[in-house]
Structure formats: structure tokens, C-alpha cells
């Protein structure tokens, strides 16, 4: 095991040795599981390069995981050794504030614990991900993998499907909502399978005609090339929410315009100021609602997969050999990616 | 009556001739108004000297009108002669659009028609306001002043209350709820009342030590001088809603994260930009909600005078004789007044 994660590691920063770790023995609310597949996040690029500079090294990313029970501890009824189960972007919370009683353990008043990268509640360790073989899990944050959903493609759900998918239940979209997508990566192109399922008329915002087809493919109703001044002004005001999926800084003023009066813009991928300054005037003048959400609670993170399995979604995947992860990491800077990597962890015993 | 008009349009601008208006011939739906009272709104200031690059001169403002009927057109059955009424900010609005056929006429998809500067819709003549003896209003954009409010302290509640009341009703503030109120001047004040009569623990916002008692005494719960770090900080995380009555430039920041988890700051005076950059990750950390809201629809315009005859709320006034708009102007644009001036129409007919 220590080859594999000396790999994750290596990934990162190539200047760092080899390091070992072994999973904890297992507490009471233990679930020791067995990673068949691992989702590869824009975040885990962001851990692996310390852009935030909160980077704990050697980091192991990886918080869209796939895989199966191999042991429990004794408090622990949900799960047993064989059955399939998921682990997402949190291992722990305070499990006592009002967030976490509500089962929306992302919003902890004390910080949820990150599934990498994190501090162990109990022990203070820095946890760790999911490019590896095995983790340890308490049941709380373990989902189980409903029957008929494929594993792999699954995998991505506990992140970009989530993310996804709680904000457009959280605000109520449903049949006959016009509800917009902004950019078609990992998020989007959930964001835009999640709105047609709930029901919507969906449309795609993207900067590249070259994604329009792929889009409709997708479940776009119609798409709207963003950097089109024709395009953008026929869809003022047209929209119930929009669903902003960029990760980095860009110009919210012309889709608040696309915004009905009462309409909501959800940002999920944005965490940098905004700017340019968003006009107050765009909010005041019709009510306009700008909001941002958090992947998903441990119940609703059950549920997408559930919802998932009863709609025939999963997520467009390409699989990745673990020892490609610094190839597969530069592509998708590039956003040559339709529309996740998932790693293999069979990969892992045949790496070098 | 050109006297009137005359005095009105030479407040703003002293190098103007002054003029003479005659109200229209009733239309079979028009209510003709004789004003007893006029609130002085911040945007008459804004309007009189055009700080906004909109004004058609000459301006007559005023859009906080209470008076009584003296006439009304032969379609017209919600008044009679005699009828103590109110008009508020706008006069018309297209009326077929959804927002129309909603009751949200001030989000009317072809833009309501302003009491004053405004474009008439049959004659595209500019409207002029409540700086004047008489007006005339179609039906649906007058309201009843219910029997037991004072005249003079309700006109404010037709800008500075449905304000302040609209996005508390909307947001469904209730009893056991905590808001805040940024700012304690004409609407701050409101605020502060309407949401303390609608079972609220109410916390006032303000920069000034000086404001500590009197906002206790407009039902306060709590004051946070927002200049002290320290008490900023133990606000963090403490309200379900923050109504942000500020009307200029200022940080959002250190309010948004006063806001708890699902938590809605309200912006009802700020137009301009918002500047400093609005953190991002503010809102999608705790799934916290920026909105704005402006004025509202005539048949709330109408609920909020009845909730005030009800609840015996009206606005702190300060009566005003016309000959003195312009140092209240001046004395406005310094804070001093407690906490709206309202014009005694009588004024009018002893001004020289």
C-alpha cells in the first residue's frame, strides 16, 4: 500500500519521497472499504499544486469514491462486508450543530472534516483521499451504491453530481421551469442531465459553438453562445435559474439580466470575489436572487444516487490508469475531458 | 397652481423660469387627488439635481402622497369624493404582463411609469409628483388610507414603508426569527418596526453610538455599532435576514457573514455597484442568499397601510412648510432628520 499512495503523492510534487501510511483500525462507526474507482476533481489539482495554500503534504486527493465494504465496526448496522458504497468530499463533522442535524453536515458550524486533506476529529491526522486502494469511513458520511448504477461512472456523482443536483432541489426546480446552465464540464453537463430529468426546459450558456451539438446531445434544450451579443440580449430575462458551474472569475452581470423577476443565479463552482462588480441595481430592479451552494448533505447525497439510479443518469466518464494522473491533470486545464476522469484502482497494483 | 409647480421646479434647479401645469382631464378610470401631505424621499434629491442623468426638468417630486378625493372618471368604483387616498412611486405600468397580472407592477416587464418623470403612457407627457395642490391617478395605482392612521405620518409609508415591509413579507419573516436592519434612517427605521411587529427579534446595524437608544426605542432588541470589530464578530453567523437599507456604496462583506447558514441579506437602497468585490465563497460556503427588492405592488402598497392601521405603526415625521425643501434637502443629505420630512401641502398656498 505504500507504493500507491507514495504515487498520489508523487503525483503532486515530484520532489517528495516515497511516504507509507496505514488506514486506522477500524472504531466502532467504522466502515473499512476497498476502492474500485476515484473520480479525479478540479479540486484535487488545486490540493495537488497547494493553489489555495492549504495544502498539507503528502496529500492523497480524491473524493468521488466507488468501492466495497470490507469491514465494519461494531456500532455499525447500514453496511456489511460486500456491499457497495460511495464516499464523497467529507468524512466527518461536528455531528451537534444545527447544519449537521439537519443532515447538512457541509454547512457545519465547526467546518466539516475534508475527505483528504482534512484534520481527523479524534486524533488529528491529516486524512486521506481516495486515489488509493483502501479508506477507512464512519458510516455517517458512506452512501450506499444503489443496484444498476455502473460503479465508475458513478463515481463522480459524489462530487460534481451533488453539487449539482442539491441546489436545483433545494430551490424547487420542477416541470415547466426554464432553467439555464452556465458552462459544460464536469458540473454542467450533470447540471444539465439533473434539470432536463426535474422536468425543465433546459439551456446550455457556453463560450465554444463547438459544444452546441454535444449539448443537445447532453439534454440541452437550447444553447446560448455566451460571447454572442444577439444571442445574449434574446435571452434577457427568460430564465427561472440559472446554474453557474464556472470555476473561476467571470462577469455575473449579463446572466443576472437572463434572469426573470425572481429568478436565482446558483453559483457552485465560484469561490473568488466577484468581479467585475455585480450591479445592485440587476437584483433590486426585479427581485433577482444571487446564491451560491455546497455540494450536498449525507441524506441528499443518498438521494442523488438513488434519483440516479431511478432516471438512468450517471456521469460521462473517461477512465484513467493512475499512473496517466499528471497527463489526465493537464487535460483537464485544457477541458479536454468528456466530462471526468475516473481512475481505475485496478491500476494501482500494476503501476510502478 | 403654477406658483406651486413653479416653486417646486425652482427648489432644484434656481435658474429655471417658472411654469405652468394644468392636471389632465379625468380618464374614465383616473382619481383626482387634492394632497394634504408629501414625504420627501431621498430620490427626490437625486431627481432635483439629477444626479442620476434622467431628469426631464421641470421636475415636480414627491411620490408619498396622502389626500383626499375630489372627483373621479365614470368607470371608477373603489372611490368616491371625499375618500382619504395615497399614491405611491408609480402611476401606471403596462398591466398585461405577468408581473402586472401579479400584483408586482414595480416589476413591470415594460418599466411602471413613475409618479414623477416619468412618461405618461397615453400622451407621453412627463408626470409630475406630490410637490403640488392637486393630482390625478388611475384607479388601480391609488390606495385607501385606512380610517385611524395619522395623514401626515402615513404618507412616508408609501416609499419608505412598502420598502421596508415588501421583502419582509416576501422572505416570510415571522415570529422567533432574527433580522437585522443596516442603517436607521427613513426606511432603516421602518424596518426596524415591521419587523419587530411581525414577532421578529430585531438587531439595528449602524455605525453612529448615538443611535444605540433611539433604535431601542423603535423596537431594537439589539444594537451592533458595525465600526467595532469586535462586536462584528460575535455577530457572525446570527441572522436568518439582513435588510440592508444603506443607500450608497459600501462592504457587503463583513454583513454576509452575520448571515447563518440559508441566511438572505435584502439590499433595498444600494443601485450602484457592488464594491468592494462581493466574496463568492461567502454565499457558497453557507448557501447564504443576496437579493434586492424595490418598493411594492399596489395591492401590498395597499396591505402595508392596513398592517400599520392594525399594528398602529406609522413613520417618525418631521412636517415640513415647502418654502424650506431646500435646507431639508441639505439637512437630509447630513442624516438629521427623525426620521422623514413630510410637506404640509397647506404650505403651499402662503408660500410666496
Redesign the interface.
Known amino acids: 500500500m505504500s507504493q500507491v499512495n507514495a504515487y498520489a503523492a508523487q503525483s503532486a510534487t515530484s520532489d517528495m519521497a516515497p511516504f507509507s501510511i496505514e488506514r486506522r483500525t477500524l472504531r466502532p462507526d467504522d466502515v473499512a472499504i476497498d476502492i474500485d474507482f476515484c473520480g479525479v476533481c478540479h479540486t484535487d489539482i488545486h490540493f495537488a499544486h497547494n493553489d489555495w495554500g492549504a495544502t498539507v503534504y503528502p496529500v492523497v486527493p480524491g473524493h468521488e469514491i466507488i468501492g466495497r465494504v470490507t469491514a465494519v465496526g461494531e456500532q455499525v448496522s447500514r453496511f456489511k462486508a460486500g456491499d457497495s458504497v460511495g464516499v464523497g468530499c467529507m468524512v466527518d463533522s461536528c455531528r451537534t450543530c ?2 449537521c442535524e439537519s443532515g ?1 453536515e457541509q ?1 457545519c ?1 465547526e467546518g466539516m472534516t475534508g475527505t483528504y486533506n482534512g484534520k481527523d476529529r479524534h486524533d488529528s491526522s491529516i486524512t486521506f483521499g481516495g486515489y488509493s486502494e483502501r479508506i477507512v469511513v464512519s458510516d455517517r458520511f458512506v452512501v450506499n451504491l444503489p443496484a444498476g448504477l455502473d460503479p465508475a461512472s458513478a463515481a463522480p456523482l459524489l462530487c460534481a453530481g451533488i453539487t449539482t443536483y442539491s441546489p436545483l432541489r ?1 430551490y424547487g426546480v420542477k416541470a415547466g421551469d426554464k432553467v439555464a446552465v452556465v458552462g459544460m464540464g464536469g458540473l454542467g453537463h450533470m447540471g444539465v442531465k439533473f434539470a432536463k430529468a426535474l422536468g425543465a426546459e433546459v439551456t446550455l450558456f457556453t463560450r465554444s459553438e463547438n459544444k452546441v451539438a454535444e449539448a443537445k446531445k447532453q439534454g440541452a434544450d437550447h444553447v446560448v453562445i455566451s460571447s454572442d451579443r444577439a444571442q445574449m440580449k434574446a435571452a434577457r ?1 427568460q430564465f427561472d435559474y440559472i446554474l453557474d458551474t464556472v470555476p473561476v472569475q467571470h462577469d455575473l452581470n449579463p446572466y443576472l439580466a437572463c434572469l426573470k ?1 425572481d429568478g436565482t443565479h446558483i ?2 463552482g ?12 440587476a ?12 455540494i450536498g448533505g449525507m441524506p441528499e447525497t443518498q438521494e442523488v444516487l438513488d434519483f440516479c439510479a431511478e432516471h438512468n443518469i450517471t456521469c460521462d466518464v473517461e477512465m484513467l490508469d493512475i499512473k496517466n494522473i499528471n497527463e489526465a491533470y493537464e487535460r483537464m486545464q485544457a477541458g479536454d475531458v468528456k466530462y471526468r476522469f475516473v481512475i481505475d484502482m485496478k491500476s494501482l497494483k500494476t503501476s510502478p
Do not use: D, F, N
Request: proline residues 6%; hydrophobic residues 45%; glycine residues 8%.
Open positions: 444545527s447544519s447538512l454547512y458550524a433545494h430575462e423577476v453559483i457552485v465560484l469561490l473568488e470575489p466577484i468581479e467585475p462588480a455585480l450591479q445592485a441595481g437584483l433590486v430592479g426585479k427581485r433577482r436572487v444571487l446564491t451560491g451552494s455546497l
